[in-house]
Structure formats: structure tokens, C-alpha cells
């Protein structure tokens, strides 16, 4: 059984509009950082940083490609779930 903190922690991870942006991103993909940095308009530090609060959780892997690091979500079911929340947001807006 997986304790609150755990869970607490697992939500903040993901908790920040950068990460959120980065996961969909990544989402089906295997990006390097530069890629992902790119796509997403932002300095490599600042994408760098970001993804590692996500690999700190496990929420993705990390891989080397030559000099490159690169990164995909560890599971499917952490889109689900932002997935889910974005409709349970949309439906608490059209109360």
C-alpha cells in the first residue's frame, strides 16, 4: 500500500503547468532535452530542471542517446489521469 506522502508527492511532481506541458509533449515520444526544450519554447536549464523533478518521482525514464539525454513517461496511466482531470475541469466549468 502506498502511504499519503507518496501520493502528496507524486502530485506535485506533476503540479506545475511546465511539467504538464512537458508530459504532453513527450507523451507516445522519446525526446531529448533539446527537443523537448524547443517544442516547448523554453531554455535548456529551466527544461533540464523540470525534468528532473518528473525522473526524481519516476514518472519518466531517462535514456542516453550518443551524447543526448532523452526521456519517456514510465507509464501510460499518469496521461490517463491528467486526461481525466482535464475533464473533470471542464465539466466543473459548465456548472
Known amino acids: 500500500m502506498v502511504d499519503e506522502q507518496s501520493v502528496a508527492d507524486f502530485f506535485k511532481a506533476i503540479g506545475h ?7 504532453k509533449t513527450i507523451y507516445n515520444k522519446n525526446l531529448c532535452v533539446n527537443d ?4 516547448l519554447n523554453l531554455n535548456q536549464p ?4 523540470h525534468l528532473s523533478i518528473l ?6 525514464k531517462k535514456t542516453k542517446m550518443g551524447n543526448e539525454v ?3 513517461i514510465r ?4 496521461m490517463n489521469l491528467i486526461d481525466k482531470a482535464e475533464k473533470i475541469i471542464g465539466t466543473i466549468d459548465q456548472e
Do not use: H
Request: proline fraction near 4%; charge should be positive; charged fraction near 30%.
Open 55 to 60: 525522473k526524481e518521482k519516476r514518472i519518466l
Open 70 to 72: 532523452c526521456y519517456k
Open 36 to 39: 523537448i526544450s524547443g517544442e
Open 17 to 23: 503547468p511546465t511539467r504538464i506541458s512537458i508530459l
Open 46 to 49: 529551466n527544461t533540464s530542471q
Open 75 to 78: 507509464d501510460d496511466a499518469i
